[in-house]
């Protein structure tokens, strides 16, 4: 059975291609601002827990959900930080923890709203945190975050989290897409 999101995507996808390919020449080209849309969508899963069991259910989750983003695994948040203000590519979404030594969630969602060249990416920013203290998920949406998630306690309510979020990435319009 295929699953809505899965329709969903593949619509996203084919349209993305039919529309933004310029027929003018052989063999047809993509245009620069098609490219950058489909990156958007296509680019990297960006996955920051300092927990491994955790980061390996997400990677388990997303990838029975047959979702075709590469995933980026970290950690440590410095570490994925340092990725963020270095790679040329639009990762598709940020899923990170809130509590995690060095720098937290919060912390690093601070530091990159300070750092120009990560806020004109606008990559969705979305918590997925064991933590559901009021205070933290006000801070959390005073720094713009995108989302701020209880995790699931089971792997299937994982794998139906992590679903849904990336199901609404797919469709919502954001400045990485076009109008």
């Not at 296509?42 to 029975?64: F, Q, R, S």
Request: glycine letters at 4%; hydrophobic letters at 40%; one cysteine or more.
């Amino acid at each position: 059975m295929i699953a809505l999101s899965q329709i969903g995507a593949f619509y996203t996808q084919v349209t993305l291609f039919t529309v933004f390919f310029e027929f003018e020449s052989q063999p047809p080209t993509i245009t620069n601002r098609a490219l950058e849309l489909i990156m958007s969508l296509t680019g990297p899963i960006v996955c920051i827990d300092d927990d491994e069991d955790d980061l390996h259910m997400m990677k388990k989750a997303i990838e029975n959900l047959q979702v075709s983003n590469r995933l980026e695994l970290f950690t440590d948040s410095e570490a994925a930080f340092d990725y963020l203000k270095t790679t040329q590519e639009k990762p598709f979404l940020i899923l990170c923890d809130v509590n995690m030594p060095r720098l937290n969630g919060l912390d690093l969602r601070k530091r990159m709203n300070s750092t120009q060249y990560l806020r004109r990416k606008c990559i969705p920013f979305i918590f997925i945190s064991t933590s559901a203290r009021q205070p933290e998920v006000e801070v959390a949406y005073d720094q713009t975050v995108q989302g701020y998630f209880q995790k699931a306690v089971s792997f299937e309510g994982i794998e139906k989290q992590l679903g849904s979020i990336i199901a609404y990435w797919q469709e919502c319009l954001h400045p990485n897409r076009d109008f």
